[in-house]
């Protein structure tokens, strides 16, 4: 019955993307909608995606082995971060019309050093990626007792959807 849950769930958020996908026509559609979300939906959808599974799961077991010291930095230092970054950078970079990081060091700077920046973020975030998929295997792992079938059945599921969101998005 739980596996049926879990199974439910990816087909609802996998359904919910695939229809988010139809609305997005370009970058600034795919980076922040379009700029049309009211700002409590666009604080819960960063806090959501700041804090992943691998959050939840990590952070809980880093509390039980070394208490509250233990997680210290993570939610509470990432929280401060997210805070920080909306109230003294999301404003500015608003007014000048950037959407990314990288965005600003090419206005800034030069476009290699955007290239750079973006080089950099994707290397850290294929850590926090694979991170997501070693906690969707270890729910599944534990559902189904072990089965592999689950697991080949998740990056069925994973990858198609991945690469739809990510290089479907345009220019």
Request: proline residues 4%.
């Amino acid at each position: 019955m739980i596996l049926g849950f879990v199974i439910l769930y990816l087909l609802i958020s996998v359904g919910i993307g695939l229809y988010a996908a139809t609305r997005v026509h370009n970058a600034k559609d795919f980076a922040v909608a379009g700029r049309s979300l009211p700002l409590p939906i666009v604080t819960a959808t960063v806090f959501a995606t700041w804090f992943g599974a691998e959050a939840v799961l990590g952070i809980s077991a880093t509390f039980v082995k070394e208490g509250l010291r233990g997680v210290v930095a993570d939610p509470f230092g990432s929280s401060l971060c997210l805070i920080l970054a909306g109230l003294f950078f999301a404003p500015r970079f608003y007014r000048l019309n950037l959407l990314t990081v990288g965005d600003f060091y090419r206005e800034r700077f030069h476009p290699s050093v955007e290239v750079l920046c973006t080089l950099c973020i994707v290397g850290s975030y294929l850590g926090w990626v694979a991170a997501q998929f070693k906690v969707l295997g270890l729910v599944l792992n534990v559902v189904t007792g072990g089965d592999t079938s689950a697991r080949r059945i998740s990056r069925a599921e994973a990858m198609p959807f991945s690469f739809r969101t990510s290089f479907g998005a345009g220019p």
